[in-house]
């Protein structure tokens, strides 16, 4: 305030004034770059090259762990370039390609999340019914991509490096915003996103919550033989002291085999379906939590989406402390880009194996 009362006001003082109003935001973005690059970076190498498969339950992480590594790079850059540079920003080419790239990635993450969710009630719920195979799989990751490209492309025309004024002076600084005359059609534009995410978000609900009570109510483990069950080379040994005839020793051998390798196959089979049925629960819970973390991360950015379209001076009117608070919140969005190679970590135990030979050089 001295500064502009002795005329030394200037841009410079201005854009410094408010960097330092983001300076917690800054250093929270910064921790999310590092974390989401060496996370999204390690789960890539990993499942692409320890555990690839384009068969089994893993097959869409490769592609969202690239999702994630993408957006955590290109939303931290935004954010981190408009905190530092708020009213110094560089130019129209970045900030159009900022905005367009995050919009289409965040979009593309949970279009792939709602896909995921689909093919994990195909395969708890309708495991007879039509899977996925690999053509499928591949067509509806283009698709994905292709949606979001739609869903962003229209955000190149919505941002510029636009020209701002001081309320108190004539200094004139530039921030990354709305272009002029198009608050119409931005306010419908970002309706129709949201809605589409709303969607994709109710439709993952529900279809995880089928899956959540088909692995409570009907996926139940197959119980294990009963332990007092006597020995089939026991019965065998008995049989063949018990009588004196050598035919009637053989028959029964004969008999005991085949009722042991009937009952060995029996075993091996409740072995298979409850390896298929912990693999199937431990994915489904997997993808379940990250669907939760990535709804939970999204819903606040999209409150305030809401009150900026509603009142275009929102921020200009907040204390020091809530601008500190409500910028970190506004960011939140970036979590959903970081936090799910610690989910793989949590329910994927080959994947933490791998991750710890990895960083072991083992």
Not at 313 to 329: A, D, G, K
């Amino acid at each position: 305030m001295d500064k502009m009362n002795n005329g030394s006001f200037d841009v410079d003082v201005w854009n410094n004034e408010y960097a330092r109003r983001y300076i917690l935001s800054t250093v929270l973005q910064s921790l999310y770059l590092v974390l989401g690059v060496c996370g999204n970076l390690t789960a890539i190498i990993i499942y692409t090259t320890k555990m690839h498969s384009k068969h089994d339950d893993r097959y869409f992480i490769p592609f969202l762990a690239s999702v994630d590594l993408s957006g955590c790079v290109v939303s931290t850059s935004l954010i981190l370039i408009e905190n530092n540079l708020p009213y110094k920003y560089p130019n129209t080419a970045i900030c159009k390609f900022l905005n367009v790239t995050a919009c289409g990635l965040i979009v593309g993450s949970i279009f792939l999340l709602l896909v995921i969710s689909i093919q994990r009630y195909q395969k708890i719920c309708r495991p007879f019914h039509f899977q996925m195979n690999l053509r499928c799989k591949r067509i509806v990751a283009s698709l994905v991509l292709c949606l979001a490209v739609a869903f962003a492309f229209p955000t190149i025309f919505l941002y510029e490096k636009v020209e701002v004024v001081h309320p108190s002076t004539n200094v004139t600084g530039h921030r990354c915003g709305p272009v002029p005359n198009t608050e119409a059609f931005g306010e419908i534009y970002r309706g129709i996103v949201i809605a589409a995410e709303l969607i994709s978000v109710v439709g993952m609900s529900v279809l995880y919550g089928f899956v959540g009570y088909t692995l409570v109510t009907k996926m139940k483990p197959t119980k294990k033989a009963n332990p007092n069950e006597i020995p089939i080379s026991s019965q065998t040994t008995n049989m063949e002291k018990t009588t004196e005839d050598t035919n009637v020793s053989e028959s029964v051998d004969n008999s005991m085999d085949s009722r042991f390798h009937e009952k060995e196959g029996k075993a091996l089979k409740r072995k298979k379906e409850n390896i298929k049925y912990r693999t199937g629960k431990q994915y489904s819970l997997m993808f379940m939590s990250i669907s939760l973390v990535s709804i939970l991360c999204f819903f606040p950015p999209w409150i305030f989406v809401l009150l900026e379209t509603k009142d275009k001076t929102f921020w200009n009117h907040l204390s020091y402390e809530q601008t500190q608070i409500f910028v970190i919140i506004r960011g939140m969005f970036v979590l959903n880009f970081v936090v799910n190679p610690f989910i793989y970590c949590f329910f994927d135990s080959k994947f933490k194996h791998n991750v710890y030979k990895y960083l072991t050089c083992k």
